[in-house]
Structures are given as C-alpha cells and as structure tokens.
C-alpha cells in the first residue's frame, strides 16, 4: 500500500511538472508567470534571450522566440502575446522567412487560460468561448476576456498535420492583446 501511495505521489509530481512547462497565458491576469505590465527585460531573464528584435509598426518591438512565438511591446509595456503553428506560412505571406528561423524546443505547450491550446478543433474552441462578448467567421473570432481581447485564427487540420478531414478547422493561431492601464 505504501508504494502505491509512492507512485501515485510521483506521479502527480511528474504531471505537474509538465504543466509548468507549459507557457501559460492568463487574459488580463499574467503571462509566464509575470504580470503583464512586467518591463521587457524581466520576461527576458524568464524565458531566455529572444532569437531576435524585430522593429514593429507604430514604434513598437516585438521579441521573438523560435518561429511560432512574439511578444509585442510599445516602449516598457506587453501589448500583445502571439503564437502560431508554423506549416502554412509561405513566401506568398511574406513570412516565409519564418521557416528558415528553429523552432526552440522550450517554446513549446503555449496555453491560454488553462484550456485553450493550438490544434484543437474549432468546435471544441467554440464551446469555450459559450458566453464570452465578441464576434467570428469563418477563419477566426475574436472575444473579450477578462476585459482582454483575444484573436484566435483557424485552419485546415491537413494544412497543418493536425488531421486528414478538410473540412474540420483547428486552431492554428492565438493573439493575447493586453491594455494599458
């Protein structure tokens, strides 16, 4: 009995263990475990030097971290959290750059609010936005939460190796806007 209590023990320590490693996103709460009104250089010494600076519109910098993951500040403050599945950017986008930068091994398992995670059916998405303000159609939606917008971009499950079905759409891309205050 007691080395089952053992492992049972281990074994809630092993899955908590992988939910830390994910990068958790809070809507107007924290990102990464920072508050978002946390400077630039303090989501640096979290999450490591960015694999580049990127000069945004509007004076604005993003700090970007392998291919599927920007930051977007204006001057000391988080605007914006992005993050994005990689397959379906090509030269036509102007992105295709992007495929030409590694991914970081330590960027992966982004999720929003505890539950909203890429690759998941848009369905299953849609039963998570029940009674949250906002709008959609047929590529994306976009919510309120929390008094922060989110932006969630869909695509063809085969477009991204997430499925054979064309006709199912899974998410694909999500954007965190955060205020200032």
Not at 41 to 58: D, N, V
Not at 151 to 168: C, I, K, R
Request: net charge negative; aromatic share 8%; charged share 20%.
């Amino acid at each position: 009995m007691n080395i089952l209590k053992l492992v049972a023990i281990l074994l809630l320590l092993g899955g908590s263990g992988l939910v830390r490693a994910e990068l958790q996103v809070q809507a107007g709460k924290g990102v990464f475990g920072l508050p978002p009104s946390a400077p630039p250089a303090a989501f640096i010494e979290r999450l490591g030097s960015p694999t580049a600076e990127l000069p945004l519109r509007q004076g604005r910098r993003g700090l970007l971290y392998g291919n599927s993951l920007l930051l977007e500040f204006e001057g000391e403050t988080l605007r914006e959290v992005r993050c994005w599945k990689l397959e379906q950017f090509t030269d036509d986008l102007f992105l295709g750059w992007l495929q030409q930068v590694e991914p970081r091994a330590d960027m992966q398992g982004f999720v929003v609010d505890d539950r909203l995670r890429l690759g998941m059916p848009r369905a299953q998405v849609s039963a998570l936005l029940v009674g949250l303000e906002g709008d959609g159609d047929e590529r994306s939606d976009v919510r309120i939460k929390n008094g922060q917008q989110l932006w969630l971009g869909y695509g063809a499950a085969p477009d991204y190796h997430l499925g054979d079905d064309p006709e199912q759409q899974v998410l694909v891309s999500i954007t965190v806007q955060f205020n200032a205050h």
